[in-house]
């Protein structure tokens, strides 16, 4: 009896002791992104003093408002705020539709080809295709237009839709398929009514995705927008200055851009995981 306890107690500690080298390597590795974070949120609520002090004041301040109320309202950060729901809506809603024909389509036939020239397509510099960009859309009249801007960012999300939903769908057996076909349904039919339903967390974890990167593109809507369609990223440049950066307000501004989509990723965090862990796992 007195071996067995000793035996369970070193498990137990084993455990333990494993634990909490993993929960300080997940620390380790977290806190560096946590610490951006809080210093973007606090220097919201500093005076100009307690962001320039050294050394810095990390909680010994006094929180004001002055920061975020000039962020709202020295700036018509609602209607950047609109503009940036309506581009990024549709900009997914088009991204995800075009790359899920794609993905299949890829999945199915091996087209490595057109896989690799995907990827290419989502780690080319954006800033490389601006010029030539800029100038079809000011020749097409396209310029500070919603149909601009999305068309823009289905430069995003289509790449990004499509290579994640390639993985989704290579984990839905073909046999699936074959037994649909069997059984009279068309190649159309069963990919609608079997093949995509299965996909569902996949479409849900690269919605989010999607939507997320074209929230957060700055460089085409500073250059294809303008004082009709601008998004909430360039309401940043409002408060760099030629004679001086106004770093409270930049940082309320950041902040007011990043509350939505932090918001919205912890409400739908469970259907995300479940998205990215389906993505791993082979059928």
């Known amino acids: 009896m007195v071996i067995l306890r000793k035996e369970r ?17 997940i620390a380790f ?6 610490f951006v974070i809080y210093w973007m949120f606090s220097n919201g609520f500093k005076n100009v003093v307690d962001i320039t002090s050294y050394p810095p004041k990390l909680f010994s301040f006094t929180p004001t408002l002055k920061n975020y109320e000039h962020a709202l ?3 018509p950060f609602f209607k950047y705020l609109l503009n940036s729901c309506i581009v990024s809506i549709f900009a997914t809603l088009g991204g995800v539709g ?39 859309f000011r020749t097409l009249g396209l310029t500070d237009t919603y149909i601009g801007l999305i068309l823009s960012h289905l430069l995003v999300t289509t790449p990004i839709s499509t290579w ?3 993985g989704f769908f290579e984990d839905i057996p ?16 069963a990919f609608w ?17 999607a939507f997320i990167f074209s929230w957060n593109n700055f460089i085409f809507s500073l250059a294809l927008g303008g004082n009709n369609t601008n998004t909430l990223p360039v309401s940043v440049f409002n408060f760099m200055y030629f004679e001086e950066i106004d770093w409270g307000g930049l940082s309320a501004a950041a902040s007011l851009i990043t509350i939505p989509v932090l918001v919205f990723a912890l409400l739908i965090q469970e259907y995300f995981v479940k998205g990215l862990t389906m993505g791993g796992m082979k059928g």
Do not use: H
């Not at 107690?9 to 390597?25: M, Q």
């Open 9 to 25: 107690l070193s498990t137990n500690l084993s455990r333990v002791f494993r634990s909490a080298f993993w929960y300080a390597v």
């Open 29 to 34: 590795f977290t806190l560096p992104f946590v």
């Open 73 to 75: 309202f020295s700036v």
């Open 98 to 136: 075009l790359g899920i024909p794609a993905a299949y389509s890829i999945a199915r036939f091996r087209q490595m080809r057109i896989a690799f020239a995907v990827l290419c397509a989502r780690v080319i510099p954006f800033v490389s295709i601006l010029i030539p960009w800029f100038m079809l």
């Open 164 to 166: 994640l939903m390639i």
């Open 174 to 189: 073909r046999e699936l398929e074959e037994a649909a076909w069997i059984d009279g349904s068309s190649k159309i039919k």
């Open 193 to 209: 009514v079997i093949v995509l339903p299965l996909t569902k967390p996949g479409l849900v974890t690269t919605s989010i995705l």
